[in-house]
């Protein structure tokens, strides 16, 4: 007997359960592709990626215990704690990733919060990369309301802070750091009308029931993330994580077709993990809904795929690379 799996232009909400969200994950496979591919057709061009450039700006030592993190100077194999980066190093990465095809540049602090001292040096970067054409995104921890008002004045279009995965296993993950603290940054990021990406991590022996949390705890945010990343743990020797089981490849997909269903006019980034993904997999991400990925061969301190593979990868697709005005564009009539 055939089932109605898609709904055509079902509403945005903000008021998802999780026995709902854990429905859509029991779905048949074929049924919650198809039902994420349809939804992701009545928002957006289904052969659009939106391409993002990472660059660490400041390396390592970050006094925060995230179990996943290679940069937490918690860990034995910590990566070597560096100062933020100068201001022409970060212009120079950020023409490369421009010239390389890249719509958005997003620097990334190994910061537990950014500290008033450091706030105009990042200023400066924002207007800099900015002025270059690019959109700009910064990911750098803790983030208090007058610093999200200058960094928005200088120009500042997204900031990253995720809420990594569902409340109750979040404590498994980090301490030093609650996920209160989270939400609290996430909204004084909204209220400078800065846009949100959040996102989360999976494969990191949460269950399935956690995957859904994380999605139902972005979902309910009063305005959807416009940007959602999804991570695959990349698994870093001396970090807690390193050699947990690694995440059956279709529960990946899976988390990124509900992602989809539930914000329907959010960017779902295909995000870490790449590496280690067949272009198979990677192509099935793109067909449950994935429309953004991290482009250039590092992320913040581990290996992304070479420029060179993901542009042959797009064009074995079909996929061609949005440009920063139809990004805004989008966003104008975007996530509610
Ligand atoms: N220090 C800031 C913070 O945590 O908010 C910004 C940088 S932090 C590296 C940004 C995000 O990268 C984390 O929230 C986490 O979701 C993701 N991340 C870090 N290490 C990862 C790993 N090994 N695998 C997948 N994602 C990772
Ligand atoms: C996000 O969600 N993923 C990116 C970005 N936001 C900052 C970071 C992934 C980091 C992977 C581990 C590393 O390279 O250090
Ligand atoms: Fe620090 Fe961010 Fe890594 Fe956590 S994820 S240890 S806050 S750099």
């Known amino acids: 007997m055939t089932q109605t799996i898609a709904e055509p232009n079902a509403p945005i909400r903000h008021d998802w359960q999780l026995d709902e969200i854990e429905a859509l994950f029991d779905l048949p496979f074929n049924d919650l592709l198809f039902r994420a591919q349809t939804v992701h057709r009545q928002h957006f061009d289904a052969n659009s990626v939106q391409i993002s450039t990472l660059l660490s700006i400041k390396t390592g030592g970050c006094a925060e215990d995230c179990g996943y993190c290679p940069q937490s100077a918690h860990h034995p194999s910590a990566v ?4 933020l980066m ?3 190093k970060v212009l120079e990465s950020a023409s490369q990733a421009k010239a390389t095809g890249a719509s958005r540049f997003c620097m990334g602090a190994a910061w537990r919060n950014l500290k008033d001292r450091d706030l105009e040096r990042v200023a400066a970067m924002v207007e800099g990369v900015k002025d270059l054409g690019l959109e700009t995104c910064v990911t750098l921890g803790m983030l208090e309301q007058h610093q999200a008002k200058r960094l928005k004045e200088a120009g500042l279009d997204y900031y990253n802070h995720n809420l990594d995965t569902s409340p109750e296993f979040y404590g498994d993950i980090i301490s030093t750091r609650t996920y209160q603290d ?3 940054t996430l909204s004084h990021v909204r209220e400078a009308g800065i846009h949100v990406c959040s996102g ?3 494969g990191m022996g949460e269950g399935r029931n956690d995957r859904a949390g994380l999605l139902a705890s972005l979902a309910n945010l009063p305005s959807h993330p416009e940007s959602v990343p999804i991570n695959l743990l990349v698994q870093v020797e001396g ?3 390193d050699g947990i089981q690694a995440l059956d490849p279709f529960e990946f997909v899976r988390t990124i077709a509900v ?3 539930m914000m329907p006019k959010s960017f779902v980034r295909l995000s870490a993990g790449r590496e280690n993904m067949s272009d ?3 192509a099935m991400a793109f067909l449950a809904g994935a429309n953004s990925i991290f482009y250039g061969e590092k992320l913040l301190t581990t290996d992304n795929p070479d420029t060179d593979h993901d542009q042959q990868l797009f064009a074995r697709l079909g996929i061609t690379p949005l440009e920063v005005n139809k990004v805004s564009e989008q966003h104008c009539s975007s996530a509610a």
């Open 80 to 83: 070597k704690a560096e100062p």
């Open 86 to 88: 100068p201001l022409d």
């Open 182 to 184: 989270r939400l609290d």
């Open 200 to 202: 989360g991590i999976v």
């Open 239 to 241: 970090t807690p994580l």
């Open 259 to 261: 992602a989809r269903i």
């Open 280 to 282: 198979e997999l990677q």
